[in-house]
DNA sequence: CCACAAAGGTTTCAAATTGAAACCGCTTGC
DNA sequence: GCAAGCGGTTTCAATTTGAAACCTTTGTGG
């Protein structure tokens, strides 16, 4: 066995982001991180991973400039982990997950919970995928397409 | 060390459904599955994975219910693996990280494609999150809030 | 009819990853 | 001054991954 498969080099753009976060923990790093979660110790109860992984990650998600050490405001001798901005890029693809898991994995009757407007309290619109001129589009209504340069954007 | 950890019984929705696709393949086959791949072979070559692999990952898709097995078409023994309507629900996940991947991922001048609406060949517009009277909300204008029952939807 | 090839897996086995628990160093709190 | 807590690292066995070999069921050429 050569080495555990990495996406980094991948054509798609949907594989390189995999390999930042396509494992079972990161994306519930973030989840946490944008719940307000700082310190190793934090996320460690929420998880209740091993430490040893919670550590691989961090330096993981660190690495890939997802999560940013800074200071502990506190004056302590340790740092804790915040969001930057490439990770708080994150929340659509969170939505997206969990409004997947809203519809298809909630056992019925079980408590349950939604993500809500926080000024009226009310649940947010499902996303909607839309073209340039506002027409909504379903799955089968886009597609890939190559483009040379960036210009063309 | 007891077995992989699995979320299945998590009380998050984003961690439930890590369960059924949050490793490194799933989420690949489902892409595939959206661009219309459907036999063991296509998507083997597509993604190079081993054999052994992709059967296991197959198998979980569809226990899952994200696949489906279907008969060949071509009336031979084999069957082909189509993406069930949760399955197709995947494509706001797709979409999401495809954007994400684009913004963050994307070498300079490096070749590139985006995801263009079928109709016009232009690119889609950027998912958004948007509150029920269509206000559009910001990652921090949101909160997760919890319902007893499914009613108060 | 028989050999051979291809598709679609399964089996085998070594290497890598995961996870639980023990350990370690540094600050506090008492 | 010493125990406790935080934030990890180390150790080591169980599990998972991946490459390659193998198997089984059709399809095909001679």
Chains 1, 2 share one sequence.
């Not at 594989?15 to 990161?26: K, N």
């Not at 109860?45 to 400039?65: C, F, T, Y």
């Not at 000024?119 to 001129?133: F, M, N, Q, S």
Request: glycine share 10%; aromatic share 10%.
């Amino acid at each position: 066995m050569v080495k555990r498969t990495s996406h980094h080099e991948a054509d798609c753009l949907i594989a390189r982001p995999l390999d930042a976060i396509g494992d079972w923990w990161s994306l519930l790093i973030v989840r946490d991180a944008f719940d307000g979660l700082r310190r190793f110790g934090e996320f460690q109860k929420s998880l209740g991973v091993a430490k040893n992984i919670l550590s691989a990650r961090l330096r993981n998600l660190v690495a890939h400039g997802i999560l940013e050490t800074v200071p502990a405001p506190d004056g302590s001798a340790h740092h804790e982990y915040v969001l930057t901005q490439k990770g708080r890029g994150l929340f659509y693809v969170l939505v997206a997950l969990r409004q997947w898991g809203e519809t298809y994995f909630s056992g019925p009757g079980e408590p349950y919970t939604f993500m809500v407007d926080t000024l009226t309290g009310r649940p947010i619109k499902r996303l909607e995928v839309h073209a340039e001129d506002g027409r909504q589009l379903a799955p089968g209504e886009t597609r890939l397409a190559d483009f040379r340069n960036r210009e063309t954007e």
